[in-house]
């Protein structure tokens, strides 16, 4: 069984501050990690993913994440947050489990970033 | 249609009646997913489909059915609604089971 926590289920910054969403998962296999945007009243958009390679991910718009695997966290992060960062951020992971492919999010960590 | 698209936006249904939440992709993805979001608790797999024809059940499914006639459409329906379905619900679909998932806008329920 895999599983996800997120540690923050909410995360208060100031505009342009650094910011870093927690996100750890268990897994007896290996994996594959998301993480997803929710914006106010809309569904959810990938925001970045890691497969395979390079531990470091980046989005468009300056967010990174490192796989850790020792550590087994995949957190979120970004030098200098802006207002519309505000919204909900979901880590998610899945992997091989024969025919069973599972997505599993945690509950999610509300950003909001302040004037 | 580009991408995932919900019908309807919104409804406030009374208890015990029927009702279908419809859902259609035009990314010929193979993998098809119904979620419910409720405050605190995240998201939800209620039931999934790994191919049309296939149907599978997720962590909530009991209330909740589906099917999977064709690649492009995946209906949810509530058979008796009651008022713990009051929920926002999402559809998704992914090239194949486990790869990253596309969300339609949601469908806001409330069940009086």
């Known amino acids: 069984a895999q599983s996800v926590t997120q540690l923050d289920s909410q995360v208060p910054v100031f505009e342009e501050a650094p910011v870093e969403l927690r996100c750890n998962y268990s897994?007896?296999?290996?994996?594959?990690l998301f993480w997803y945007v929710q914006y106010p009243n809309q569904g959810l958009q990938l925001l970045l993913k890691?497969?395979?390679?390079?531990?470091l991910v980046k989005s468009i718009n300056g967010f990174e994440a490192e796989f850790n695997k020792s550590q087994t966290s995949f957190h979120l992060r970004k030098p200098s947050v802006h207002i519309s960062d505000t919204a909900e951020y979901f880590c998610a992971v899945s992997g091989p489990g024969g025919s069973n492919y599972k997505l599993t999010f945690g509950k999610g960590t509300l950003l909001t970033v302040n004037p | 249609i580009a991408g995932i698209t919900q019908a309807p936006t919104s409804q406030i249904l009374a208890a015990g009646r029927r009702m279908t939440l419809r859902c259609t992709q035009d990314?010929?993805?193979?993998?098809m997913y119904w979620y419910r979001q409720d405050l605190g608790l995240g998201l939800r797999l209620i039931h999934y489909?790994?191919?049309?024809?296939?149907?599978g059940k997720g962590e909530v499914p009991d209330g909740y059915s589906v099917s999977r006639a064709n690649t492009d459409d995946f209906p949810l329906t509530l058979a008796s609604a009651v008022p713990s379905q009051t929920s926002v619900y999402f559809c998704?679909?992914?090239?194949?089971?486990?790869?990253?998932?596309?969300f339609g806008p949601g469908t806001r329920l409330t069940v009086l």
């Open positions: 489909s790994n191919t049309a024809g296939t149907t």
């Open positions: 897994s007896s296999v290996s994996v594959y």
């Open positions: 990314m010929r993805h193979n993998a």
């Open positions: 890691y497969l395979s390679g390079s531990t």
């Open positions: 998704a679909s992914s090239v194949r089971r486990g790869n990253e998932q596309f």
